[in-house]
């Protein structure tokens, strides 16, 4: 079936450190790759997306590349900021059927200043 | 920008009772869906919902999970009878179509404790 395995946290940083959360998938298909952010007492935002292999999205200093042949969608960004501290989810929805969103379990980043 | 929103925040109910969660998905969206997320672990798909009627569901959407679209805007998660297991955060999302490469978009969540 279709999953998502992410690096275990949590990940602590320095601010302005190189940041790097691994995420690799398992799924039929070509599915479509995310990433949401839970900031503390907040629900799931949306941080960016990949529809296809090669693709990279961005948003707010962080990428991430659709990688098919390995099966991967690494979150990167350059200088982490203490206001980045949350959990990040990587996620993929297939594309037949009724494409729920399948999560990572999630990596926490704690940045300090 | 428009969003989900959901309500109450924080819901505390005892065990055998019944509870609905509820949400205002985005006005123009005709995809709609809850999850769960139990403290500490993945967020977990529950069940889609579209053109009134439910489009897919997981095995932990038992006979005891029901949702329900009863008027234009609101769209609610009703537990009959919760147990203590059923103590999750759950988060209603919707979207504008069900195809893979459009995004959902999530409320803040209830948190449901169950004592």
């Known amino acids: 079936g279709n999953s998502v395995t992410q690096m275990e946290g949590p990940v602590t940083l320095s601010e302005e450190a190189f940041l790097t959360i691994n995420c690799t998938y398992t799924?039929?298909?070509?599915?479509?790759l995310f990433w949401y952010v839970q900031y503390p007492g907040e629900g799931l935002q949306l941080l960016l997306k990949?529809?296809?292999?090669?693709d990279k999205g961005s948003n707010k200093g962080f990428e991430a590349t659709y990688r098919k042949e390995t099966t991967s969608f690494h979150l990167e960004k350059g200088s982490v900021q203490v206001s980045d501290s949350a959990v990040y989810f990587c996620?993929?929805?297939?594309?037949?059927?009724?494409?729920?969103?399948?999560f990572g379990t999630g990596t926490r980043l704690l940045v300090s200043p | 920008e428009p969003e989900v929103t959901q309500t109450p925040s924080h819901q505390v109910t005892q065990m055998g009772q019944e509870v609905i969660l509820r949400c205002v998905p985005i006005?123009?969206?005709?995809?709609f869906y809850w999850y769960r997320q139990i403290l500490g672990q993945k967020v977990e798909f529950l069940v889609s919902?579209?053109?009134?009627?439910?489009?897919?569901k997981s095995e932990i959407f038992d006979d005891q999970f029901s949702v329900e679209r009863p008027d234009g805007s609101n769209f609610t998660l009703k537990i009959r009878s919760t147990k203590l297991e059923d103590s999750a955060m759950y988060f209603c999302?919707?979207?504008?179509?069900?195809?893979?490469?459009?995004?959902?978009?999530f409320g803040d969540g209830t948190r449901l404790s169950i004592l």
């Open positions: 996620a993929l929805r297939r594309n037949t059927g009724f494409q729920k969103l399948v």
């Open positions: 919902f579209y053109n009134n009627e439910i489009s897919e």
């Open positions: 799924a039929t298909g070509y599915p479509s």
């Open positions: 999302a919707s979207g504008t179509t069900g195809t893979s490469n459009q995004p959902q978009h």
């Open positions: 990949a529809t296809k292999a090669d």
């Open positions: 006005s123009n969206h005709l995809y």
